[in-house]
């Protein structure tokens, strides 16, 4: 009866009448969540466990156990809360990994007047979870909306000018170029690359595996970064986004220390280091990537921990994970790796510099201590042969002879580091001048190359170009490769108009920590390749990273310099 007499309209005194948890959206919301907590139950389920060579032992056997329904649990609370299980999702991924989920899902024949199959269809963690995530993005509820400003008062009525003025075009491609800012061109290029890709593997020779390698190495990564840009999470989110992808790879590097450290010796390790990331990420090459993202942002997180309100645990966390993180970077004894986290983190540093004398220093310091990545002093030593041997003896020691002989090409283990290496790239650049408009299709470079690329002289057979942009060109093709190229100098350029110009201290280092994450991708997938997926790896959580990295900056950059935005000064809690 109060409700009658407040005056309502008649649907808004309905909707008050509703118990909350009864009302359509939250109904349907809840519906959902079942509907995909049993999905992802069924699907987990039927994990593989330990394919090929995985040595799962006992701890990635409890693990892979208790996946299918903490999976299920995280897939239904990404539709409920979608932010929190986010977060949540990210840091679990070497968890995720370790259960190895993969499901094909049957062909469908179509009987009738005509009869056609699609193609067998993988589905994996990332696949499930993205569209939870989505889910969970389309059914939440609307922000409140903020009051409306008062209106401006109206301005006093310019004075006409001296002259006719000049007719301007609408249309101008100057004009146009201007209105684009660094978040529209990402946005344009990564939907060009999407398209692309699309195209490409309508035209490829074998859709089935291309259709997979789109799903999970471009579109799924894709989709996770836009559902944090939908998240739409304040620069405090950010910077926990950035702090859960640190711990996250650090878990994951802690999980491969306990599963292969105590039961080898460094020269087991180095003689078989393909091995210390299989239960995790499966190549070690991946690893590396990820471990070049990670580090500069743990290591900004011990920079700004104030500003993020750590505490004392929180800072010990943060600092027992990046030992560990610098622990599986020196065991993976991947070259690309350690050049890239060097390379990024002396970028991190020299950014959050304050002075120039604090950069020379930090430049010098690099330098000497490039010497246990690089064994340039091989070059130099050799004016006094006990010098050199020593220098030799020490880095054979530390980083193993395989490890050692691979940065000289007239050895075994350099031939197949360099030499074979080089003549991969220059087959994948003859197949995109002979392709360039499509590329020869996902995953169709190592068919090309033994079938007509491959030079006599080569004596493996790689699964890719191990150089990311010549792949890219290869396999999408020229126009995809340029605006692959966009996309990064689109997030580059956003992060450094915030690092010029940020509100506040904390929001300069996140801008610098992910300009340093950036950098260590850029650099790694130049040396590496860093293939987007393989149908027998039932995971991409290195491209997924570098999606979510890259939506971050371009986050960062939407926030911008406004004072509406909160600065980072309080305790580590998200807004989304």
Known sequence: MELIRTGLPLSRRLGAAIPTWARPRRLLRFAAAVAVFAVTLAITAQNEHAPLDIRIGPVGDWIAAVVPPLAALAAAAAVLRPWPAFLAIVLLTPVWNVAQISWDMPPVWIVGPVSWSVPLVQVIAQTVFAVALAVGCLLRSPAPAPPAPAPPAPAPPAPAPPGPAAPSSGLSVRRFVASLNANRLGALAIAGVVVLAILSTVSSPAQATSLTVLMHGIIEPVAM??????????????????????????????????????????????????????????????????????????????????????????????????????????????????????????????????????????????????????PWPALVLQISPTLDSAYRTVMVAVVGQSRFDSWNPATLAGRGSLVERFYTTRAAVQMAFDRPLLGVGLDRFKAEYVGGYKPAAAQLTPDSAHAFWPEIAAELGMPALVLVVLIFLAALAALWRVYRAPPDAATRTLAAALLGSLVAWILVATAFAGDMYRPWRNMSSDFVMMAILMAAAFALARLGTASRNEPMTAAPAAGA
């Open 225 to 374: 970064g836009f559902i944090l840009l939908a998240l739409r999470p304040t620069r405090r989110g950010l910077a926990l986004v950035a702090l859960v992808l640190g711990l996250s790879v650090a878990l994951g590097s802690l999980l491969n220390i306990v599963q292969t450290v105590p039961a080898s010796t460094l020269h087991l390790l180095q003689a078989d280091r393909l091995i210390f990331s299989r239960l995790t990420y499966f190549n070690v090459g991946l690893f590396g990537e990820m471990l070049a993202m990670a580090i500069p942002l743990l290591v900004a997180a011990l920079a700004a921990r104030r500003h993020l309100g750590l505490g004392r645990r929180g800072v010990a966390l943060v600092a027992i994970a990046l030992a560990v993180s610098l622990a599986g970077l020196f065991l993976t004894f991947s070259k690309s790796a350690w050049i890239a986290t060097s390379g990024a983190t002396v970028v991190l540093l020299l950014l959050l510099a304050g002075t120039w004398r604090k950069r020379g220093a930090i430049a010098l310091t690099a330098g000497l201590l490039s010497t246990a990545v690089v």
